[in-house]
């Protein structure tokens, strides 16, 4: 008979142990405490949708706002969903007014992008470049998140660490422009990183717990991404799930000095 190491647990203390292991996975953002209130704009996305449904698993979490122009329905009873367009002013202002009404916010996620759709194409050089898809990228991926910014900010609570991020992209980054071309799209993330870092500054005269971040998902396998995965390497195509936990964890490490800033999935900082 095989000697019986450490001391027997009875049926109690196993469904104890359980119970202590299971919290622990849930706890997806340690740093920012308990009874967390999230705010996730661009939610019918696939990596929004990945957002909502990660942190409405986590015992933190204690109630979403999902917001998107198509309003959807959750297994979730912390989830509520929200009418939101970002393209229009007073749709983020009257979404603004109606979340202020149900106290502050300690997380605020920009999950929106637009690379191609709507009649525009990544260019593959200046020849394919167009007013529409200029004006289009830069509603979408820079003055639509600016003009959330304006009037989400005064929804997060002052009294602890606090985010909002907004989802850039690394060819944003003018410094790590090697190869050339998407011009809108490379231009819009660029003029986001801009407003990321000029807002930091504003921002943390004021409220030293509030953080605001750019974040780069990694090449993510969504509708964005699908005419383009081709190239992609192998093992660097990342499911939402796991490209949401990745940028949980980044936004869990967080410190102060970090506002500004763009960060990739694996914690590594992005120059502008």
């Not at 393209?87 to 191609?116: N, V």
């Not at 807002?199 to 969504?222: M, Q, Y």
């Not at 660097?236 to 500004?260: A, H, N, R, T």
Request: charge should be positive.
């Amino acid at each position: 008979m095989a000697k019986e190491v450490g001391p027997r647990l009875g049926r109690g203390s196993l469904l104890l142990q359980k119970m202590q292991k299971d919290e622990a996975m849930t706890e997806i953002l340690p740093s920012m405490g308990q009874n967390l209130r999230v705010i996730v704009v661009g939610a019918s996305g696939g990596i929004g949708r990945s957002f909502v449904k990660t942190l409405a698993n986590s015992n933190q979490v204690s109630q979403i706002y999902a917001l998107s122009r198509e309003a959807e329905s959750y297994d979730s009873a912390k989830v509520t969903s929200h009418y939101f367009d970002l393209t229009s002013e007073p749709s983020i202002q009257a979404a603004a007014t109606k979340l202020s009404a149900t106290g502050g916010f300690d997380l605020c996620i920009l999950a929106t992008g637009l690379l191609q759709g709507q009649g525009i194409t990544p260019e593959k050089n200046l020849r394919a470049l167009s007013f529409e898809a200029l004006q289009q990228s830069f509603m979408i991926n820079t003055f639509g998140p600016a003009i959330t910014a304006k009037y989400f900010l005064p929804l997060l609570r002052r009294d602890r660490k606090v985010v909002l991020a907004a989802l850039s992209a690394r060819v944003g980054s003018i410094s790590d422009n090697r190869i050339g071309g998407w011009y809108a799209y490379r231009a819009s993330k660029a003029a986001l990183n801009m407003l990321i870092k000029t807002l930091s500054i504003e921002v943390a005269r004021r409220f030293k717990n509030t953080l605001i971040v750019g974040l780069h998902p990694g090449t993510v396998d969504t509708d964005l991404s699908k005419p383009f995965q081709r190239n992609v390497p192998d093992g660097k195509l990342f499911s939402p799930e796991y490209s949401v936990s990745k940028l949980l964890g980044v936004i869990d490490v967080l410190k102060p000095e970090d506002s500004g800033s763009l960060f990739a999935w694996d914690g590594k900082q992005i120059p502008f």
